[in-house]
């Protein structure tokens, strides 16, 4: 039931806050706690409107030495090609160098469905 936005809600229908978990082994805590960048600026890792061509490459070289560092760098690169994130420095890869990699990524599983299906077909037939 949706009600205006000048009502408030019934009570019933809030729903509860669920309690924070705390991890209970290290491979439970979230990557990005440990992440290096969240002790950096993130004007570093995402570019201001209308930034000169020079200043990018700049700003992003300085991200990605940040990232050179970080602990965490493949979960974050990981987490940025699965999202996919359009913007910004993410685990050392820029927004281009991402869309680089998921374009070959597409490629390559397209390769395998490819040599899976002709393997399926070769043993039907045999």
């Not at 690169?77 to 869309?99: I, N």
């Amino acid at each position: 039931m949706l009600h205006p936005p000048h009502q408030s809600l019934p009570v019933t229908a809030i729903p509860a806050i669920p309690t924070q978990r705390v991890p209970t082994r290290d491979s439970e805590v979230p990557w990005h706690t440990e992440a290096v960048c969240r002790r950096d600026e993130a004007g570093l890792f995402f570019a201001p409107s209308k930034e000169p061509t020079a200043a990018r490459l700049s700003r992003e070289q300085a991200a990605k030495r940040v990232c050179a560092r970080c602990p965490v760098m493949v979960e974050c690169r990981e987490h940025a090609l699965l999202q996919p994130e359009p913007y910004g420095v993410w685990g050392g890869l820029t927004a281009a160098e991402r869309r680089v990699v998921l374009a070959r990524r597409r490629r390559r599983d397209v390769e395998l469905q490819k040599s899976a299906l002709s393997v399926t077909r070769i043993a039907a037939a045999g």
